[in-house]
């Protein structure tokens, strides 16, 4: 079965400080891959997603993602994070054989401004 | 316009009590789906629907009824409600199922069992 591992539960992180929150799967076969982001009190929104092509993935607000197939990993970056960006993180990933969405269980990252 | 709403926001209710959450998209979607969040923010697949029919059935108790009755719609029903069904439930829809589409999230039903 399809399993999502974020290592990171709880980051917490000054201004300007740079971001990588870790993400790994476990599916041997072809995936499609997506970052979500849920502000305080809202609704899940979509940052960035990998289906092929070019494994360096550039997302909204200034993230982006690289997946390496070899590690089963697709991590999340930021140079330089902003106060607004204090949100919940999700990984997840579904195989492109068709399968439901599979959640990671979430990033929670503070940004102290 | 909301792409994904959901109604009610905010649920209060006993345990034993029968309740229905409803889902609509206006974007046009084939494929809708409903997510319960846990207290710990953990994120799980329960249904899916696609051209209203039933496309996944996690383990889910069979106190909760998914319904489509049409493409844009995908209601939740949940009887002899318990402490345990306290979550957030998502409802979401994307293009098509089996492909590697976006799905995009309504705002969440907060449902509180006392």
């Known amino acids: 079965a399809q399993s999502v591992s974020q290592h990171n539960h709880h980051v917490i992180l000054s201004e300007a400080a740079s971001l990588e929150l870790g993400c790994n799967y476990s599916?041997?076969?072809?995936?499609?891959l997506f970052w979500y982001v849920q502000y305080p009190g809202q609704h899940l929104q979509l940052l960035l997603k990998?289906?092929?092509?070019?494994?360096l993935v550039k997302g909204i607000k200034g993230f982006e993602a690289e997946f390496i197939k070899s590690k089963f990993s697709f991590n999340l970056r930021k140079p330089s994070v902003q106060w607004s960006d204090t949100a919940e993180y999700f990984c997840?990933?579904?195989?492109?054989?068709?399968?439901?969405?599979?959640f990671g269980k979430g990033t929670t990252l503070s940004v102290s401004s | 316009d909301t792409a994904v709403s959901q109604t009610p926001k905010y649920l209060v209710t006993q345990m034993g009590n029968d309740k229905s959450i409803k889902c609509e998209q206006n974007?046009?979607?084939?494929?809708m789906y409903w997510y319960k969040q846990d207290s710990k923010k953990f994120l799980k697949i329960m249904f899916s629907?696609?051209?209203?029919?039933?496309?996944i059935n996690e383990t889910v108790p069979n106190r909760f009824s998914p319904k489509s009755p049409d493409k844009a719609h995908l209601n939740l029903h949940i009887n002899s409600l318990e402490l345990g069904d306290s979550a957030v439930y998502f409802c979401?829809?994307?293009?098509?199922?089996?492909?590697?589409?976006?799905?995009?999230f309504g705002p969440g039903t907060r449902l509180t069992v006392t």
């Open positions: 990998y289906f092929s092509g070019d494994p």
């Open positions: 599916y041997g076969g072809t995936v499609n």
């Open positions: 979401a829809s994307s293009q098509d199922f089996g492909q590697a589409y976006e799905q995009y």
């Open positions: 629907y696609n051209n209203k029919e039933l496309i």
């Open positions: 974007l046009g979607h084939d494929t």
């Open positions: 997840a990933v579904n195989a492109q054989a068709g399968t439901a969405l599979i």
